[in-house]
Nanobody, 125 residues
């Protein structure tokens, strides 16, 4: 059973930076992709960034391109999300996720079957 634990959420001023981390355990070797998703109150969960574990190819939502960077350390079974130039619209609960689906290279929550509990990011103006 894959378990995911996020850390690093905080409240910052708009324009600031945060780094989220996700540590995976329990069978992560079977996962094809890992990623970050977010959900703001009253909105649907949306994909932010994903990384393919085998190729390290990354995919970003248009809203975060050039500001966010996802990276992985397969030896440590961790992925990070470096978030720069944060905007108030980035405020949300951020979730780490892992996919056992080979066709996982999409910003689609339905392709991810393991989830962390989330970490709150707030960017205030």
């Amino acid at each position: 059973q894959v378990q995911l634990m996020e850390s690093g959420g905080d409240s910052v001023q708009a324009g600031g930076s945060l780094k989220l981390s996700c540590r995976a355990s329990g069978g992560i070797g079977r996962m094809f992709c890992m990623g970050w998703f977010r959900q703001a109150p009253g909105k649907e969960r949306e994909g932010v960034a994903i990384i393919h574990r085998g190729t390290s190819l990354t995919l970003y939502a248009d809203s975060v391109k050039g500001r966010f960077t996802v990276s992985q350390d397969n030896r440590e079974s961790t992925i990070d999300l470096q978030m720069n130039s944060l905007k108030p619209e980035d405020t949300a609960m951020y979730f780490c996720a892992a996919s056992s689906v080979a066709a996982c290279y999409f910003l689609d929550p339905d392709r991810f079957d393991y989830w962390g509990l989330g970490t709150q990011v707030t960017a205030s103006s």
